[in-house]
Nanobody, 121 residues
Framework: QVQLVESGGGSVQAGGSLRLSCSAS????????MAWFRQAPGKERLRVAT???????TYASFVKGRFTIFQDNAKNTLYLQMNSLKPEDTAMYYC???????????????WGQGTQVTVST
C-alpha cells in the first residue's frame, strides 16, 4: 500500500522559513519522480518542484531561488526547504510521486494528504 505522508507545515511571518517533509512507503522510492505541488483556495494545483532518482531538480519560476527540493533516498523521504516566504506562498502543499517521465499533474500516481502553509504579513 503506497503512502505519502507530509509534515512540517504551519504558520510563519513573511520572510520566514519552513521545511516540509514527505515520508514515502509501499513502493520503490528511487523508481519514481518526486514532486511538491501546492494549491491555494479557489485556485488550481500547481507544480512547485520536482526531483528525480539521481537528484536532478526543477522549480517553478515563482519559487526559484527561495525553495529547495531534496531527498534522503535511504530514508525514503522528500523535503522542501522554503525560505524568504511570501504571503502568496500560502497554500496546501502536497507531495506526489509518478513515473520518471511525469510532467503534468495527471501523470502523478500517488499523492499525500497535504500540509497547510500560511504566511502572514
Amino acid at each position: 500500500q503506497v503512502q505519502l505522508v507530509e509534515s512540517g507545515g504551519g504558520s510563519v511571518q513573511a520572510g520566514g522559513s519552513l521545511r516540509l517533509s514527505c515520508s514515502a512507503s509501499g513502493y520503490t522510492y528511487s523508481d519514481y519522480l518526486m514532486a511538491w505541488f501546492r494549491q491555494a483556495p479557489g485556485k488550481e494545483r500547481l507544480r512547485v518542484a520536482t526531483i528525480n532518482n539521481v537528484g536532478y531538480t526543477t522549480y517553478a519560476s515563482f519559487v526559484k531561488g527561495r525553495f529547495t527540493i531534496f531527498q534522503d533516498n535511504a530514508k525514503n523521504t522528500l523535503y522542501l526547504q522554503m525560505n524568504s516566504l511570501k504571503p502568496e506562498d500560502t497554500a496546501m502543499y502536497y507531495c506526489a510521486a509518478g513515473p520518471r517521465n511525469s510532467y503534468y499533474i495527471g501523470d502523478f500516481n500517488y499523492w499525500g494528504q497535504g500540509t497547510q502553509v500560511t504566511v502572514s504579513t
